[in-house]
């Protein structure tokens, strides 16, 4: 059986369309796959900063039996010390904050300038490439005009 031509291009529209819902299917799945595996990286990482962070019942259970066996006022001590020294009020806090966001602004501020008065490597490049080019147009024509290399002339 022959197929007319009107009914070559309705299959092959056909085909194009069915393609075109795999192709969105299959963008679709990947999305949400790597959206999902992003989660479970997230969720990951959050389980082992609450391993690192919180203590466990034996951790506890340990501590308890220490402080039931002896006073501890020397590493209390320490440690009230060690939060004294490292301690900083909100207003340092916010003043390096402030001092940071300046720094920070201040880079953006120079990345742009950067961008917009620089030059490219493939620029410079494509720039050199058209000088070299320039340069060996100028050097044939005097070649030319001294007439050659081999003539014998002197200039």
Do not use: C, P
Not at 29 to 34: A, E, R
Request: charged content about 35%; overall charge negative; cysteine-free.
């Amino acid at each position: 059986m022959q197929l007319s031509e009107f009914e070559w291009s309705a299959i092959l529209a056909v085909f194009g369309i069915i393609g075109t819902l795999g192709g969105l299917a299959i963008a679709l799945i990947t999305f949400f796959l790597k959206r999902t595996m992003s989660n479970v990286d997230d969720h990951g990482k959050n389980i082992q900063t609450i391993k690192e962070t919180f203590a466990t019942k034996d951790d506890l259970e340990k501590t308890r039996a220490e402080l039931r066996a002896g006073d501890k006022t020397e590493a209390h001590d320490k440690d009230i010390n060690e939060i004294k020294r490292t301690y900083v009020t909100k207003g340092e806090l916010k003043e390096i904050k402030g001092e940071l966001r300046d720094d920070y602004k201040k880079l953006v501020d120079d990345v742009a300038d950067i961008k917009e008065n620089s030059v490219r490597k493939d620029d410079f490049h494509r720039a050199i490439a058209d000088l070299a080019r320039s340069v060996d147009k100028v050097y044939e024509l005097l070649i030319k005009e001294k007439g050659g290399y081999g003539n014998g002339k002197q200039g």
